[in-house]
């Protein structure tokens, strides 16, 4: 597939969520529960296999209430008025949503509670993690900042144009993952140079402007600074 039309697809796929996400009030309140979820883990010190099994879960939650969503407007469309069959086919895709949901509130009690005790018994410690999970981290919530901030100033898509960069925002998170993890003053030069020249790149190609650049910019450094102060 070439790169344009994987681009146009990723954009399509990804307005396709946030459309969701905007329209459907119980599908937002699943992803400020995701997040919550997702993020007191990573601060709790959750163990790998535990966290992989939290964030299936998440993932299957957010899934199905995404797909109870795209049947409810298809049974809308094919059905426009009261159905007994259309109120049925809705009533099954919404207890579908309810049981992965409730599945995934007990999985996540079982697994974080000890971490809740042990919690309450030695106080708040923000677990440690490693430069490499740091940037990881760092990297996917910068993109879903950017993605996010686009959506709700209606400009550009997804992976294409608008407020902020994309671009920039990625490059500026790499060059202070990079000075972390190597330690070293050339190394942070030659990538700040690297991210300078990207960011220049967007403005010359007349994909954003010098503003959406540099907030780009400011906005990728920052969280990935912010990331590694806290967590490592």
Not at 106 to 120: D, E
């Amino acid at each position: 597939m070439p790169l344009r039309k994987w681009i146009d697809s990723a954009n399509n796929a990804i307005e396709g969520i946030l459309h969701a996400a905007k329209t459907q009030k119980h599908l937002m309140y699943h992803f400020y529960s995701a997040v919550a979820v997702l993020v007191l883990s990573y601060i709790l010190g959750v163990e790998r296999t535990d966290f992989l099994v939290i964030s299936i879960a998440v993932i299957l939650v957010l899934l199905a209430e995404m797909i109870n969503t795209a049947i409810e407007y298809v049974v809308d469309m094919i059905s426009p008025d009261r159905s007994e069959r259309a109120r049925i086919a809705k009533d099954v895709a919404a207890g579908a949503v309810l049981i992965t949901a409730f599945g995934a509130a007990v999985l996540g009690y079982i697994i974080l509670f000890p971490y809740f005790s042990k919690t309450f018994e030695h106080g708040i410690d923000i677990a440690k993690h490693s430069k490499e999970e740091i940037t990881l981290i760092a990297v996917i919530l910068v993109l879903i900042i950017v993605v996010v901030i686009k959506a709700y100033s209606g400009k550009g898509h997804p992976l294409r144009g608008g407020m902020p960069s994309g671009h920039s925002a990625i490059a500026f998170s790499a060059w202070i993952a990079i000075t972390y993890i190597t330690e070293s003053f050339i190394a942070s030069l030659l990538s700040f140079l690297l991210s300078v020249l990207i960011a220049q790149s967007r403005v010359t190609v007349k994909a954003h402007t010098p503003l959406e650049v540099i907030i780009g910019a400011v906005l990728g450094a920052l969280v990935t600074l912010l990331l590694f102060l806290v967590f490592y």
